[in-house]
């Protein structure tokens, strides 16, 4: 099956700054979502981005399907952003599947 | 904002009881997905429902799972006997996956997830 991984597994940053998270996948995808798990267990939509770039105020996203990567983007990292990020693909060949990745688990400090 | 609704957050439980959660999915949302994620982990599937019938239950463990969704909205998840491997947290997710004419055309969207329920079993 497809395989899903992120880097780097762990990040540590002072409040102010950015960062670039990333996602390989090993084989074609229909679709792709970035989440951001919070300490309390729930996934937050990022973004859906099966391919290109968007953008939701500090956060942004590029997808570039065709080399089988993603990468999310924090600018002005808060304190609120700690947590885990997933990114989930849905491959080709098993539509409606979400596979999520290993995740990143970033903490920010003040 | 419309959310997916589980219940109960968390349930602490002894070993060979069992153990059942509740989901309601986003009105209209006629796909349903029941996740669970082991600590450190990213969730994996365990059951996926399209209205009332199962489209993939290939990952429960049918020995002890099961799973429902009989009006095609809500849906129950149990566990029967529960086991010490099974503490985790489940989470349910669902979508609104178009098909066109004979299921040959299918249109996807993106998953939304509930807030989880967290199972202890001791």
């Known amino acids: 099956g497809i395989q899903v991984e992120q880097s780097p597994p762990d990040l540590i940053l002072q409040e102010g700054a950015n960062s670039t998270l990333r996602c390989n996948f090993s084989?074609?995808?229909?679709?792709l979502q970035w989440f951001h798990q919070n300490p309390w267990g729930q996934l937050i939509n990022l973004f859906y981005?099966?391919?290109g770039t968007k953008q939701n105020g500090r956060l942004s996203a590029t997808t570039v399907a065709t080399e089988r990567y993603s990468l999310l983007y924090i600018s002005s990292s808060q304190t609120t952003d700690s947590g885990v990020y997933f990114c989930?693909?849905?491959?080709?060949?098993?539509?409606?599947?979400?596979?999520f990745g290993t995740g990143t688990r970033l903490q920010v400090f003040p | 904002e419309a959310e997916v609704a589980q219940s109960p957050r968390y349930k602490i439980t002894e070993k060979s009881q069992a153990v059942a959660f509740w989901c309601d999915p986003i009105?209209?949302?006629?796909?349903l997905y029941w996740y669970r994620q082991i600590l450190g982990q990213g969730p994996e599937l365990l059951v996926q429902?399209?209205?009332?019938?199962?489209?993939?239950d290939s990952q429960l463990p049918k020995d002890r799972f099961s799973a429902e969704r009989l009006k095609g909205v809500d849906s129950t998840l149990k566990i029967q006997p529960a086991e010490l491997g099974d503490s985790a947290m489940y989470l349910c997710?669902?979508?609104?996956?178009?098909f066109g004419l004979g299921a040959l055309e299918r249109y996807t969207y993106e998953q939304y997830f509930g807030p989880g329920t967290r199972l202890t079993v001791t």
């Open positions: 997710a669902s979508s609104f996956n178009a």
């Open positions: 084989d074609s995808v229909n679709n």
């Open positions: 981005i099966p391919s």
């Open positions: 989930a693909v849905e491959p080709s060949y098993n539509t409606d599947k979400l596979i």
């Open positions: 009105s209209g949302h006629a796909t």
């Open positions: 429902f399209q209205d009332e019938s199962v489209v993939d």
